[in-house]
């Protein structure tokens, strides 16, 4: 299909979406009390550069998004959410199928599904949810949807969240399958465990295990602990994990430390995360978290690239200009185990909204150590809820 058949199909699709939403969101409030629908549209514009031997990739994609969310009676409510990504142009690789054309990687794929589709019960001090769901835990390192692709992460779960004693959220999740970001569905037993205490207004501590299992037995269990507080104008952050993988019989450890300095004018953080190593035989992964959140937007180390593992010693700045959020953060990587240098990455975001509007620009530069290739990758983004 031409470029400009699709930029006339999507329009259309977008300008029908939104009247027939508009059309039967009244209707639908009739039937339901306090149902709600909700339409959400991003476009993106990514650009993939690397000193590599494949071209320069340039994608434009539409993500069009339709969420309907019952009225609750007598407990139970049921959401459906509904995803289309559209491929406006075709001047990257999505994965999907052979690169014919020698592209760079933009992993975005075409697709019409259920993003979610689930039941709900709100009682006893809990919520029950049965059915395919995002989940997003904490600051999403370990379990998280990657809601910054186009194709978001879901789970086929039930969930439970459960507020009984005082100052406690417990959640625990057992699921069967991973939606992932390429929409293939990997068959996983899943045990996700998640136990929240408030100490105090100012401190939360955090205690959890999440255990994978592949249908050939193999597990990867992960046992950790969180703590979360300020002090004053200063927050901090704190985690300590520990990860045995059963084949290879191996255990890597996880480390994350961080400060926050809250000035009137910026807020400033520094940082120091490891994805350990075990003598060299494996390291720590987190194969169901929102990866591209940590170790640099470049996606450059999504995992640690050797099983020596790694370390990011990193700072971020934050302030706002006339509505506009700016972020710029810098981050050194070296090897966890051995002293291979693993390169630095820049990166930049400006952002802002404009009511049910906004627009963002971000940049990655990644400049390669003693393994990988430079990158740099560029963003630019809109979106629109009605």
Known sequence: MKPIQKHLIAAIGAITLATATSVHAKSIEHIMPNSSIEVD??????SVDKDNALDTALANTLKSRITLNTGNMSGFSALVEGDNVLHVTDGFWDKAGDNTNNDNVVLDQETTQLNQAYFKYTGFNSVIKAGNQRINLDNQRHIGGVAFRQDEATFDAVSITNQSMAHTTIFAAFA????????????LDLSIINVK????????ATGFFYGIETPDGETLNTLGIRTTGKIASLSFEAEVASQKESSA?????????????????????????????????ASFTAPLGTNHKFMGWSDSYLQAPTQDGIQDLNLTAITRVNGVKLVAQLHKFDAA????????????????????YGASLKVAKFNAG?????ATKIWLTGTAKL
């Open 41 to 46: 549209f991003r476009y993106r514009v990514e």
């Open 176 to 187: 069967n399958n991973l939606n992932n970001i390429k929409n293939e569905n990997i068959e």
């Open 197 to 204: 205490y408030d100490v105090n207004p100012e401190l939360l």
């Open 249 to 281: 019989n191996t255990r890597a450890h996880y480390y994350n430390f961080s400060v926050t300095q809250h000035f009137p004018w910026v807020t400033t953080k520094l940082g120091y995360e490891v994805l350990g190593s075990d003598d060299g035989k």
């Open 337 to 356: 185990t051995g002293s291979a240098n693993l390169g630095s990455e820049l990166g930049m975001l400006a952002a802002k909204q404009f009511g049910d």
């Open 370 to 374: 003693d393994l990988g290739v430079d």
